[in-house]
């Protein structure tokens, strides 16, 4: 390939056509693989001195994808789930080229091999009853703040949403009943997808309250911040960081934890699983693709279970063991 505009050509087709027509990709994931893109394209011009006017395929090879995981390492110092995000967005890309180029498949199949760094897992946080209980006593429910803070984490708590789909809840996409004791939301999830998910009546009844406090019209955002605008995911994590600070004063486990959108999302799917409900339905009620993603709390269940086993043992005498089975620099600023 001779034309770097042709580079250029093929990015603005792989995000117009194939992320966002084909495949219909979330908001959130283009946001993810633009800002990937940027920092690839500098990386190439600062270090290799090829704009990105004259970029071509030559700099989606093996070796150069490498060297931009390193500048991410050394120079970024990114973690290595970070640089497996960055990873990922230049793979999808690049079997987008194998399929647009396949004449090049050789040099496209050198790079598709770099592989991902390893990630060490780490142990899932829950909330008991208790921290919970401790988290919604520190809404100060005479407040507008107070208020929101309280709704937010019922929401959270119930429903297991994340913090994007929490964020991005509006006032049509409740429901409840006349009555206040029936009721669900509508979870605009990954990928585009709809969900429907019932709430408890004391989550219903809170909500039904807060809503007729609010004169909001339909299209209007669920969660508003101080100045009217919707509230963004620093400001729930803020907020949370806020809740926990205050009520480590009363429950001091808390203070060891960190408490995250996701914390109450793996609450919830234990909480469930815990009470018999199946796993297949605990993937439809987080929004999971797979029911494989949602396995990982079925063994984090078990290890807890084991844990306990083993404090139930004399020292050192383990009676249970657990093994589970098996210029488009600007064009991507525009997106």
């Not at 959130?28 to 920092?39: A, C, G, H, M, P």
């Not at 009853?129 to 929401?155: P, Q, W």
């Not at 999830?189 to 709430?199: A, S, T």
């Not at 109450?264 to 234990?270: E, G, V």
Request: hydrophobic content about 35%; overall charge positive.
């Amino acid at each position: 390939m001779k034309s770097g505009n042709n580079i250029q050509m093929l990015i603005q087709k792989y995000f117009l056509q194939w992320l966002m027509s084909q495949r219909n990709v979330s908001p959130e994931t283009i946001k993810s693989y633009r800002d990937t893109f940027r920092l690839y394209l500098r990386y190439i011009e600062k270090h290799l001195n090829v704009t990105s006017a004259k970029i071509s395929i030559a700099q989606f090879d093996a070796d150069h994808i490498l060297g931009f995981l390193s500048y991410l390492d050394k120079e970024r110092g990114n973690n290595s789930k970070t640089i497996n995000n960055r990873l990922a967005a230049l793979h999808s890309f690049i079997k987008f080229l194998s399929f647009e180029l396949p004449e090049y498949s050789g040099l496209l199949n050198k790079s598709l091999m770099v592989p991902f760094r390893k990630v060490e897992k780490r142990q899932m946080e829950f909330l008991t009853e208790d921290e919970f209980a401790a988290l919604k006593n520190t809404c100060e429910s005479n407040t507008e703040l107070g208020c929101r803070d309280m709704l937010m984490l019922l929401l959270f708590y119930n429903t297991g949403v994340r913090v994007s789909e929490l964020i991005g809840l509006k006032l049509r996409d409740i429901n409840i009943d006349c009555q206040n004791t029936a009721a669900y939301i509508r979870i605009h999830g990954k990928g585009r997808k709809e969900r429907h998910v019932p709430l408890w009546k004391s989550t219903a009844k809170y909500l039904a309250v807060y809503i007729r406090s609010h004169d909001r019209n339909e299209s209007d955002s669920l969660f508003m911040n101080c100045t009217d605008g919707i509230l963004t995911r620093s400001g729930v994590r803020y907020r949370l960081d806020c809740l926990k600070k205050k009520a480590s004063e009363t429950v001091p486990s808390l203070a060891k934890k960190s408490i995250t959108p996701h914390t109450f999302r793996h609450t919830t799917a234990l909480r469930m699983l815990q009470s018999g409900v199946d796993i297949s339905t605990i993937a439809i009620w987080l929004g999971h693709e797979s029911i494989i993603t949602t396995h990982k709390y079925m063994e984090a269940d078990i290890e807890m279970k084991r844990q306990t086993l083993e404090k139930m043992s004399e020292p050192g005498q383990s009676i249970y063991h657990f093994v589970p089975n098996n210029s488009v620099l600007a064009f991507l600023d525009s997106l």
